[in-house]
């Protein structure tokens, strides 16, 4: 019998690996200007306009309580996904390779995995160097329970 494997966008985030499903992401582009959004939560970094549509962009550090980006880092980068309808910029640090990997390499999140991870993961896959975190669109998209938090 034939093993599945699942095929994931490798983004990097204050330096950990993590991985987005490949049909969820629409776009990888730089980070373009945006318009700011007055009273927007801290991590809605603004909206802009790609290719004629409005795309609110979330800065993912923000979002998961991370460091913010010093000036004179690398530029970030932006993945745009669809959720529910609606298209979002997600701020990262850097974008890798797309990777095909094995069912069989897949784990649920372990317990020891930083809770940050844990709220946004659907699960690892532990590589040869290093853990790639999935990370759940849905979950980090969900800005009602994330206001609440």
Known sequence: MK????DFVTIRLAGQLLGIPVLLVQDVIRLQNMTRVPLSPPW???VLNLRGRIVTAIDLRERLGMVRR?????AAMSVVVDFKG??????????GEVLSLPDSLYEKNPVTLDQ????????????????????DVRRVLDLDRAAAA
């Open 44 to 46: 809605v970094a603004g």
């Open 116 to 135: 940050r991870w844990r709220e946004v993961s659907d699960g690892i896959y532990r590589l040869d160097d290093e853990l790639l975190v999935v990370l």
């Open 70 to 74: 010093r000036e004179g880092e690398k």
């Open 86 to 95: 609606e298209s979002y910029s997600l701020i990262i640090d850097s974008v």
């Open 3 to 6: 093993e599945g494997s699942k």
